[in-house]
């Protein structure tokens, strides 16, 4: 190299550097004050959104190239859009038109002095020749406050590497992009430069002492063009067409600048123009180590980094797969932005687990909004105010530190101003809760609770459910299907429903189980669901606390797989039944669902009363009770239909039913709903006198034949007691004086009907009380026969009779042949008192459906 | 075309038990053919798997719960969200002891304090809910569609109520009920009957979803 013209300027560090000596020929290329690297111009932003292009490439402006030659123009806006160069050519036009005319270009002579006219444009240093280096290290370290890329930003020099020439320089430092490469690898830099334009983002890495401009220095001879490209250059001397043409060396790629894809700030200011080895290499370990691909993207604010818009890229340019990310393998940037994506990333992504710094940083925005209410919002921060950690010593501050803390710097100043500009303003609080509202709330509430108090009776303005059932009403159906049970039966009650609608429909399903337990049926319960199981055996065990210690109840165990376990339970009804929920055997002799008597489905969804209803029932044919809740009444109604079974709606039913069945009863008799026991049989008259067939049942003394009835008639026993149920019920039926049938026209009003209540009380209970002791005894068959003898005396007056509509459906056939023995069932353990007891109470229920025949309410 | 062995072995195999549990589950309802089809077993090996099926579900149920507490588990680790993990792992183990270890009506009154109630609340909510709904129809854009949707329902809830003097809003609630609803509901299970049998259909003849992949 020729020592006259080694720029010696760039040795001497020491010198300091003048920010108006000699940087006036980079106005001429940079296009203006407004293009010069100035650090209020840096990341400055604007309108909140930050332009990470102009941030990340400093003000390099492609119109400052374009303005310095025209060959110039050929290059492409993007520093990185480097296209291949091709073979001196000696075509003219390839040629700059100033270099085609001798006259244009200053022959450099290198003794003689450049003339007056031309040193006058030419920088001072120039001139003297002396300038020091640091008017480039000071132009890098402004420059150095725009982030680079991060090869350049650092990395491990090679210094042997830069020892040798660039022509024997080891290629593996090389990234792969450039190794394969053929004439400066421009397509890879292209490819280079595309990644780039879907990712752009910063890798924090250690700055290095070696990352300064001492390689230049350090190597002895330059070689290949770069260096004699130079040397004629600066040859040149004086003229501004020299000064473009060293640009334009340093920008033109190399065979010793492989990249060629910097900008020209870059390359002026700090470390680049050629780029080190060890830069190189951390470019590679960038592209090609996985952090390149499993980066932290929360670390980012995408949004602010690449903006609304999509990042164009060239058509041509694709970036290698293996090198793209996995959240950006399937995407097109021109048909979604990265942005976009990263965006719906960061949105998916909880509070909880973002990193640390992120909700640090959106807690102090959250603080400082609620802190100051009224103040502007101040534009997103991509940098914390928070002072960066100071750099360890000896160890130079990073420049991409040394950005952001100008950045935090201009940030600060700007939120600082804004909120000085904007006053709190005055926010009037109102009325915290609405007036009207909260009358309306107040008479809703008063309305809803006082009907509850005896005392605001007269607010009881809703009608009560019906006492009892409605005439050929499906619910009436059921009652009596149920109470066609007999003493062994079997009777299955699929529970479908949540415990949350147990609560509507429970009362339903605990009257008809203790309906069938009165008629000494064996309930067996069944769920599909095993916390409605639970929830069922828990409210059956509240009300029927007898019959569910003694196991008169059976709780089967939980049939899973919903409609599968429902099959599997019509095909192996004896596996499936032979234990209950707690791993007991439970004793049922059930090989077939067709020894099922009686099956109740209780559900409230319609998935369930469907299953039950696919699976079951084609298999059986016994009887089918529906009890639904109200929402699942609709499709309870299509099945019921078809099947041609009754069902039990919601709560009224509910209420209905188990005021029918006397569930409600009180020591002496049935309670209507809605009526407290003292207020029924205490206002109430005793019309005992006009009950006089209480002396014509005297045949209990006739009854002594007990010793004469073997015990092998205990089931022919069995058998008269529903006969004489029957004929009981008939012969009451004759009971009803005119009296009570009188006083139908008075029915409409409560009082009234109240009264033909307490006239069934006592002609219930003469009546009824012998039979159950006939039950016991023989005579309880010559009971039945005596019926009819008193039927005559019982008799009411012609014309004025009223028959009372109970049992009016006929008993079902039995399914059974007569001839076909019944199974061996599982024995009842039920005390026969109880049974008594059931007697008494539907012998209650039905004088007193005959004494409240004309206060029925039909549904 | 590529067939891998595995693959045709589960159609084969999916085929041959659908096959098999169709044919044994028809039983005696098909004809001259059901004798035979008794008198090889496969009513009885239909009933088998069927067995089978229901143990494998419930076993799924156990392992399910295992799985969610192990979810929990770790969930506890997790900054604001470790309280609800820790409240359910310990409600878990509370519960369990009430059944393993029954004293009293502890586990009734798990039942009946906590889950009835809950659920019973929410059932609540769903009168809220609807009137929300018809309320915001109404507001956003009434369309005939929403305003008989909105009319439906406050026919439906009124004739609902046992209210006297609401006899005509009830008698045209029943018809809604008994017409409209009614065929609604028999499309909808039209609806349902088509979709298994398609579904049916699709597994014997090998293009289930779980054996086509």
């Not at chain 1, 639970?534 to 509240?542: D, F, H």
């Not at chain 2, 310990?90 to 502890?106: A, Y």
Request: proline share 8%.
């Amino acid at each position: 190299m020729n020592d006259e013209f080694d720029p010696n300027w760039l040795d001497d560090s020491d010198q300091p550097f003048s920010a108006d000596d000699g940087m006036d020929w980079l106005d001429s290329i940079g296009g203006g004050d407004e293009q010069t690297p100035d650090s209020q111009d840096i990341g400055k932003p604007s309108t909140g959104e930050f332009d990470f292009e102009t941030f990340a490439f400093g003000d390099v402006d492609s119109d400052a190239v374009e303005d310095s030659s025209a060959w110039l123009a050929d290059l492409s806006d993007n520093p990185f859009d480097v296209k291949p160069t091709e073979a001196p050519s000696e075509d003219p036009g390839a040629i700059p038109d100033w270099l085609q005319t001798d006259s244009e270009i200053p022959a450099y002579t290198p003794s003689e002095p450049a003339s007056a006219a031309a040193s006058e444009d030419l920088p001072d240093w120039l001139h003297t020749g002396e300038q020091p280096a640091a008017d480039v290290s000071d132009l890098e370290t402004e420059a150095g406050d725009v982030p680079l890329a991060p090869w350049l930003r650092g990395a491990d020099i090679d210094e042997e590497a830069l020892d040798k020439p660039a022509g024997e320089r080891d290629s593996g430092v090389l990234p792969s992009w450039l190794q394969g490469a053929d004439d400066f690898g421009a397509e890879d830099a292209n490819t280079f430069q595309a990644s780039f334009d879907d990712v752009q983002f910063e890798v924090e890495e250690p700055i290095e002492e070696s990352d300064d401009l001492s390689w230049m220095t350090d190597a002895d001879e330059p070689s290949g063009a770069q260096s004699d490209e130079l040397a004629a250059l600066l040859s040149q001397g004086e003229s501004d067409a020299g000064v473009d043409d060293l640009l334009a060396g340093l920008l033109q790629p190399t065979d010793t600048q492989g990249e060629g894809d910097v900008d020209l700030l870059s390359l002026l200011s700090s470390d680049a123009g050629e780029p080190s080895t060890a830069s190189q290499g951390g470019l590679q370990h960038f592209a090609e180590d996985d952090e390149f691909l499993s980066f932290d993207s929360a670390r980012l604010n995408f949004d602010e980094l690449l903006g609304p818009n999509p990042i164009s890229r060239p058509a041509e340019i694709e970036l290698p797969e293996s090198n793209i990310p996995d959240f950006l393998s399937d995407v097109s940037v021109s048909e979604v932005s990265a942005a976009a994506l990263m965006r719906q990333q960061q949105e998916d992504r909880p509070i909880e687990e973002l990193p640390e710094e992120l909700r640090a940083l959106l807690d102090e925005g959250v603080s400082a909004v609620t802190a100051a209410p009224g103040t502007a919002v101040p534009p997103p921060v991509l940098i914390s105010e928070a002072p960066a950690a100071k750099p360890p010593p000896g160890r130079r501050a990073d420049k991409g530190t040394r950005g952001i803390e100008l950045m935090r710097s201009i940030t600060a100043a700007a939120g600082a101003a804004q909120g000085a500009a904007v006053k709190p303003a005055r926010v009037r609080r109102g009325l915290r809760y609405n007036l009207p509202r909260l009358i309306v709330a107040a008479v809703v509430a008063v309305a809803v609770i006082l009907p509850f108090l005896d005392a605001f009776e007269s607010l009881r303005f809703v009608q009560l459910p019906p006492v009892l059932f409605g005439e050929k009403s499906p619910a009436e159906t059921a009652y009596a299907v149920v109470d066609d049970l007999a003493e062994g039966d079997v009777m299955l009650v699929a529970v479908d429903a949540s415990p949350g609608s147990l609560s509507e429909i429970g009362g339903a399903m605990t009257a008809v189980i203790a309906h069938a337990r009165a008629r000494q049926a064996t309930p067996v319960i069944v769920s599909t669901d095993p916390v409605a199981l639970v929830a069922a055996q828990r409210m059956i065990e509240g009300e029927l606390p007898e019959d569910t210690h003694n196991k008169q109840i059976i709780f089967g165990r939980y049939l899973p797989g919903d409609s599968l376990g429902v099959r599997d339970l019509a095909e192996n009804p004896r596996d499936a039944l032979a234990f209950d929920h707690d791993g007991r055997p439970s004793d049922l002799q059930i090989d077939s669902v067709a020894d099922l008597d009686l099956i109740v489905i209780v559900s409230d969804r319609a998935d369930g009363i469907r299953q039950w209803s696919e699976q079951l029932q084609p298999l059986v044919s016994s009887p089918l009770v529906f009890v639904v809740s109200a929402s699942a009444e609709p499709l309870a109604r299509l099945y019921a239909d078809s099947y041609g079974a009754p069902y039990i709606v919601g709560l009224r039913d509910s209420i209905t039913y188990r005021s029918q069945l006397g569930a409600y009863s009180g020591p002496d008799g049935l309670i209507g709903f809605g009526i407290t026991p003292s207020a029924t049989f205490t206002a109430t008259p005793t019309p005992t006198n006009t009950f006089t067939p209480t002396p014509t049942n005297t045949p209990t003394a006739t009854d002594t034949p007990t010793s004469t009835l073997a015990p092998a008639a205990a089931q022919a026993t069995a058998n008269a007691l529903a006969t004489a149920r029957v004929t009981a019920t008939f012969t009451f039926t004759a009971t009803n004086t005119p009296t009570a049938t009188s006083t139908a026209t008075a029915t409409n009003t409560p009082t009234h009907t109240l009264t033909p209540t307490n006239t069934a009380t006592p002609s219930a209970t003469p009546t009824v009380t012998p039979s159950p002791t006939l039950t016991f005894t023989p005579s309880a068959t010559f009971t039945a026969t005596s019926t009819p003898t008193n039927a005559p005396t019982l008799a009411p007056r012609p014309g004025r009779r009223r028959r009372c509509p109970r049992r009016r459906h006929a008993r079902r056939p039995r399914r059974r042949p007569p001839n076909q023995t019944r199974p061996l069932r599982r024995r009842s353990r039920r005390p026969w008192p109880l049974a008594m007891n059931w007697s008494r109470l539907s012998s209650h229920r039905r004088a007193s459906t005959c004494a409240l025949a004309p206060a029925r309410i039909s549904r | 075309m590529r067939l891998r062995l595995g693959a045709v072995l589960v159609t084969a195999l999916t085929i041959g038990i659908a096959l098999i549990t169709l044919v044994g589950l028809l039983g005696t309802n098909i004809g001259p053919i059901s004798a035979q089809i008794e008198r090889f077993g496969i009513t009885d090996f239909a009933r088998l798997l069927l067995q089978f099926a229901a143990v494998t579900a419930a076993v799924a149920v156990l392992v399910g719960v295992v799985n969610l507490l192990g979810v929990h588990l770790r969930r506890t680790r997790r900054r604001g969200q470790a309280i609800y993990s820790a409240v359910l792992i310990l409600s878990f183990v509370i519960v369990l002891g009430f059944g393993i270890l029954p004293r009293d009506n502890e586990a009734r009154a798990a039942v009946d304090g906590v889950q009835i109630a809950l659920e019973t609340a929410f059932s609540g909510l769903v009168l809220f809910s609807l009137v929300y709904g018809a309320v915001t129809i109404a507001n956003r854009r009434p369309s005939w569609a929403s305003l008989l949707f909105v009319a439906t329902v406050v026919t439906v809830l009124v004739g609902a109520l046992p209210v006297r003097g609401l006899g005509p809003i009830a008698t045209v609630a029943d018809w809604l009920n008994r017409v409209p609803v009614d065929a609604g509901g028999r499309a909808i299970l039209l609806g349902i009957a088509l979709a298994t049998v398609i579904a049916g259909v699709r597994v014997l003849i090998g293009q289930g979803r779980a054996t086509r992949e």
